[in-house]
């Protein structure tokens, strides 16, 4: 290898390095934002149902009340539970694999809570769709999703009022519907988001499924392909 394509290889290295920055800079603060909301909710249930403890006399009113105030309570922490699950695919190991359908939805769901920060709205999965049998590990196609849902969401001239991820023969689709004239950011300008990191454009995107060993097609300004395997 010469020295042009060590200094090209590296140079790919560190833009794919600098996209998992970008995807854990936006995919870790809205969950927590999204965590700390069931949080606060546990929070005031708990103490709600203290001070009617204080001073209830045990009436059949006040129990059925009490009891639909553990059930938010229950759905709370439930939250948190999945949600914590989640972000331990981060850490599986690399020999680890996870059916296409399961691992999919749980990469939407980590995608959602930032999606909704930005008044984006979220297409549920097809059900029904032919979803292939094979399993995959979680990080390539994590990082790979993650980062081309927050492409599409943050565009090139206008980003998407609606994203989709649906499965097709060769690979899984992402599409957005495009609403939100002003909103992108020219790939061209290398312009910073709120976040403090430039937006997922299609280059730094490439380089990370070279860094990945994935393969991603461009199928328009708002569509693309992550192809299985």
């Known amino acids: 290898m010469t020295m042009k394509n060590t200094e090209t290889a590296d140079t790919s290295a560190w833009v794919a390095a600098g996209v998992r920055h970008a995807v854990l800079s936006r995919t870790m603060p809205a969950l927590r934002h ?26 059949a009113v006040e ?3 009490l009891m639909q105030r553990v059930d938010a309570l229950d759905s709370g922490i439930g939250d948190l539970g999945a949600g914590l699950r989640r972000l ?15 691992l999919v939805a749980e990469i939407w769901e980590l995608a959602r809570p ?18 292939p049998t094979l399993s995959l590990p979680p990080q390539p196609l994590t990082y790979l999703l993650l980062a081309g849902i927050y492409h599409l969401a943050e565009g090139a001239g206008s980003a998407a009022q609606r994203i989709a991820v649906t499965p097709e023969e060769n690979g899984i689709r992402v599409s957005g519907t ?10 061209a300008a290398g312009a910073k988001s709120q976040l403090g990191t430039p937006p997922i454009d299609r280059f730094r995107l490439q380089c990370l499924a070279d860094q990945l060993q994935g393969r991603i097609s461009f199928t328009g300004d708002h569509s693309l392909l992550l192809h299985w395997g």
């Open 34 to 59: 999204d965590l700390a909301g069931s949080v606060s909710v546990l929070r005031m249930g708990v103490a709600v149902i203290k001070r009617r403890l204080e001073l209830s006399e045990g009436s």
């Open 63 to 65: 129990r059925d009340g």
């Open 88 to 102: 331990r695919h981060w850490d599986k190991p690399t020999s680890e694999a996870l059916n296409a359908h399961s």
């Open 114 to 131: 930032f999606l909704s920060l930005r008044g984006i709205e979220t297409e549920p999965l097809p059900e029904d769709a032919p979803w």
């Open 178 to 187: 495009p609403g939100r004239p002003g909103a992108g950011i020219p790939e």
